[in-house]
């Protein structure tokens, strides 16, 4: 399980390590060029949801539990680039294998 920090309150998203790597090349391409945007996911234990506002000014660290990376899947990095470029932002969601 990796970590998302974002702030400098120390604010933690606890992720798996697998889609946290998808989301990081998703969040570093739209930061890169200088885009803000939103990152929404459901509460784990079902209790909600929540949304940060992602900008390039404010400090962001992720943290990987495993040593090496994963490999990727380029259409589930597709997905989260589209919904990063809709009005809704990125929404965390499970990954789609099926080809």
Not at 54 to 65: W, Y
Request: proline share 3%; charged share 20%.
């Amino acid at each position: 399980m990796g970590t998302l920090a974002y702030g400098s309150s120390g604010g933690r998203l606890y992720v798996e390590d697998r889609a946290l790597s998808h989301l990081k090349i998703v969040m570093a391409t739209k930061l890169r060029r200088n885009e803000s945007f939103t990152l929404s996911w459901r509460q784990f234990d079902g209790s909600g949801r929540e949304t940060l506002w992602i900008h390039p000014s404010i400090p962001l660290r992720f943290t990987f539990e495993e040593v090496d990376a994963p490999s990727l899947n380029v259409r589930w990095i597709e997905e989260m680039m589209y919904s990063a470029n809709s009005t809704g932002g990125i929404v965390l969601t499970e990954e789609n294998i099926a080809a």
